[in-house]
């Protein structure tokens, strides 16, 4: 069972950048589509990005512009850069596969705030 562990949060200004990561326990070449997800306190967790092994990406109305989504199957690691960043955009962070989810990890606490 591949297990999920993201990095890279903490506290930012409004307009700064952070780069998360997500690391996995196993090979991610398998997963079709990886996902980055959030969840704000008292509100559902939501898909953010996402991207294909073909490089085929999405991204929420809310963040598309301000996010990118990558990966890197040999290092069995996704990232998600995010600039332009709001207050709106505090959240926990989560990775993880699309499709078919596996357990989540502990995510990583953004923070956005002056």
């Known amino acids: 069972q591949v297990q999920f562990v993201e990095s890279g949060g903490g506290l930012v200004q409004p307009g700064g950048s952070l780069r998360l990561s997500c690391v996995a326990s196993?090979?991610?070449?398998?997963?079709?589509?990886m996902g980055w997800y959030r969840q704000a306190p008292g509100k559902q967790r939501e898909l953010v990005a996402s991207l294909t092994d073909y490089n085929s990406t999405t991204y929420a109305d809310s963040v598309n512009g301000r996010f990118t989504i990558s990966r890197d199957n040999a290092k069995n690691t996704a990232y998600l850069e995010m600039n332009s960043l709001k207050p709106e955009d505090t959240a926990v962070y989560y990775c993880?596969?699309?499709?078919?989810?596996?357990?989540w990890g502990q995510g990583t606490q953004v923070t956005v705030s002056s």
């Open positions: 993880n596969s699309v499709l078919f989810p596996r357990a």
């Open positions: 196993t090979s991610i070449s398998s997963i079709y589509r």
